[in-house]
């Protein structure tokens, strides 16, 4: 993924304390940043600016008009000082409209050391466990302490209810729980006290945050693969698209124990994987695809800008959108027949976490007819925008994407849906283990089980 910088500032900035009952001894106040007010004029010329990059011209949002939008959210905004975790909650009223269209634009508020003001991350203690959230349930997903385990609910961190944490947050599947305290006010302390439910219990415990370079590589490299004895098949997770030299030998490796045990049956996760790189992409589908090639993309365009010149275009272009160059468009490509294995059946589990080129893969698979999707359907628009450019607004950054694809899809209302759909059920989730894998696992196992159940 191709990435450009504008007018960037990446920084750290560390808020108001809060009366609660843990004190951040290593973090105080930055007040001089209270003196921002968010007023309707800078939400517009934001918009103003977006407009000059972005593919989509935002001129409505929501089957509404943006000056009307704009105006109603203008009139929502409190007068008075705001922070900066504040400042992005307010202007979300009208980014969230443009995230829906565009599910790569992002705002988050930004942190600083202080007094400082230098980037740093190595000393924020986060709490120690990643969340699965289904509808405004949080339940843990990944544990980094014994106090909590996989399928806890949890009611409060520090007090505060969890439903307001998810006020402030993206909603996304999975959540990364350093970034949802700190969405809400920076809401970041040494140790945490976390109130949860397990067994119809209500629980409390107080532990250690963990370092956030700790927590962010905690749940391993890039990818995981095995073999499944129990039910003759062969699961293979991919975290991110990144290093993807690294995650194919581990793919071919999975194959070859697979051709080995007899297996043809093979799972590939990606229902935590955001995205990341799209080199080498081919060389997954010669496995499992026999075809010459498969299609990708019908079309792929831009506005023209300063930031997307490098595609061929000139100044005279600017604010245009058109279809990138020809050679710059793939609409099809080829596959590597040397790495086929015969037989092959393969399941890609998805969620609405699933996005940008590991939406693709998702896709692809489908289009082509070479794999079959299940899990829930992708976000809205999950294939429709790419290559992310990075802005600031009130010294807040944020992402945006600056291409428009149209691949080739299945897909109906932009949005892709699974072949076999398995729904996020919190109330399973409680139980400990991971229900959609093993309700697929089982219907695998017996092909003939049903594994269709009505969303919460």
């Not at 050391?113 to 843990?140: H, Q, W």
């Not at 140790?191 to 749940?219: A, C, H, Q, W």
Request: negative net charge.
């Amino acid at each position: 993924m191709k990435t450009f910088l504008f007018e960037v500032v990446f920084c750290f900035l560390f808020l108001s304390c809060s009366p609660n009952l843990f004190v951040r001894e290593q973090y105080i106040s930055y007040v001089e940043k209270q003196d921002t007010v968010l007023t309707r004029e800078r939400i517009e010329l934001f918009i103003n600016r977006i407009q000059k990059y972005h593919p989509y011209s935002f001129d409505s949002l929501g089957n509404r008009e943006i000056d009307e939008l704009i105006e109603t959210i203008g009139e929502s905004i409190p007068s008075h000082k705001l922070n900066d975790a504040e400042i992005v909650f307010q202007a979300r009223k009208l980014m969230d409209f443009i995230n829906n269209e565009d599910p790569h634009f992002r705002i988050i508020p930004v942190f600083r050391k202080f007094p400082e003001l230098k980037y740093k991350t190595a000393s924020i203690m986060v709490p120690p466990f990643r969340g699965l959230c289904i509808n405004d349930s949080l339940l843990v997903n990944s544990f980094y302490d014994e106090g909590l385990k996989r399928g806890d609910l949890i009611k409060s961190i520090n007090d505060i209810p969890v439903k307001e944490y998810l006020r402030y947050y993206y909603r996304d599947r999975y959540v990364d729980v350093g970034n949802l305290v700190w969405y809400m006010n920076y809401q970041i302390y040494p140790e945490y006290k976390i109130d949860f439910i397990r067994n119809n219990e209500e629980k409390s415990v107080t532990i250690n945050g963990m370092r956030y370079p700790n927590y962010l590589v905690k749940e391993g490299r890039f990818c995981e693969g095995k073999i499944m004895p129990d039910y003759s098949l062969g699961y293979f997770k991919i975290r991110e698209f990144e290093n993807n030299g690294y995650i194919l030998k581990k793919f071919r490796k999975l194959t070859e124990e697979m051709s080995q045990s007899g297996y043809s049956d093979l799972i590939i996760d990606l229902r935590e994987n955001p995205g990341g790189s799209g080199n080498d992409l081919n060389l997954f589908f010669s496995f499992f695809s026999d075809k010459d090639s498969l299609h990708y993309l019908e079309d792929a365009k831009a506005r023209v800008s300063k930031i997307t010149k490098d595609y061929g275009f000139d100044e005279s272009q600017y604010g245009q959108v058109l279809s990138l160059p020809s050679e710059n468009v793939f609409h099809s490509f080829a596959l590597d027949s040397s790495l086929f294995v015969p037989n092959l059946k393969v399941y890609v589990l998805i969620s609405r976490s699933t996005g940008s080129i590991a939406a693709s893969f998702a896709n692809i698979c489908q289009y082509n007819e070479i794999a079959t999707l299940v899990g829930e359907p992708l976000a809205f628009n999950a294939l429709k925008y790419g290559e992310v450019a990075s802005g600031e607004f009130l010294d807040n950054p944020f992402a945006f994407s600056t291409i428009q694809y149209d691949e080739y899809t299945k897909a109906k209302d932009g949005i892709v849906r699974p072949d076999i759909p398995i729904p996020y059920i919190a109330r399973e989730y409680m139980k400990g283990g991971d229900p959609v894998l093993e309700k697929l696992l089982e219907y695998l196992k017996n092909k003939n089980t049903e594994v269709l159940t009505s969303n919460e």
